[in-house]
């Protein structure tokens, strides 16, 4: 499955008002998609988007940091793209995914897409936490799978290198409490 499949997938759960929790938006790419469907976005990162809306809350901060604070915020739909192998497993496991639990309303979504072995050629830096879809479907076991792969795609890196990637992808839905 190619970013496109996966991103196409999680934009169709999207309805207009939603609550999306883009986590790790960088430049903002996924943030102005979620928005031009109607959604009301929170974007998350170290260097976030920088166009301005209503609809858009841009929160300037490490993922660690945002989920640490006192938010009481709940989500429609949560989207975490080419993140989490930068943020430590254990950390990941024991925190992140029960804050998102915890902050997502009951039939919402999250999408995760994540690497599970460094690309080809490899980056210059080493990814700290690289997951299987096994790693991440076991986090969500009593959840509705919506889509869930394990596989590899040619593509353009962010320098415009062409590489090898190896994705997990998973996409699923909160049971209703």
Same mark, same amino acid.
């Given at each position: =499955?190619? /970013?496109?499949?996966?991103?196409?997938i999680f934009l169709a759960c *999207?309805?207009?008002?939603? +609550? #999306?929790?883009?986590l790790g938006a960088g430049e903002g790419k996924f943030t102005? =998609?979620?928005f031009e469907r109607g959604? *009301? #976005?929170?974007? /998350?990162? =170290?260097?976030?988007?920088?166009?301005?809306? /209503?609809?858009? *809350? /841009? +929160? &300037? =901060? &490490? *993922?660690?940091?945002?989920?640490a604070s006192e938010e009481n915020e709940h989500y429609d739909l949560i989207f975490a793209r080419n993140v989490i192998q930068f943020l430590d497993k254990l950390w990941v496991f024991e925190t992140l995914f029960p804050w998102m639990n915890k902050h997502l309303a009951p039939g919402g979504i999250v999408a995760i897409e994540t690497?599970?072995?460094e690309p080809e050629p490899p980056f210059g830096h080493n990814m700290i936490s690289l997951y299987t879809l096994k790693e991440l479907i076991s986090n969500f076991m009593t959840w509705k799978e919506i889509d869930a792969r394990e596989n590899d795609y040619f593509g353009l890196d962010m320098s415009g290198q062409k590489r090898r990637f190896f994705v997990s992808s998973l996409i699923v839905q909160k049971t209703k409490e």
């Open positions: =499955m190619d /970013v496109k499949n996966f991103t196409n *999207i309805k207009p008002g939603n +609550k #999306v929790l883009d102005q =998609m979620f959604a *009301i #976005v929170t974007a /998350v990162d =170290m260097q976030p988007p920088t166009f301005h809306n /209503v609809a858009l *809350i /841009v +929160k &300037k =901060m &490490k *993922i660690e940091d945002f989920c690497f599970y072995q």
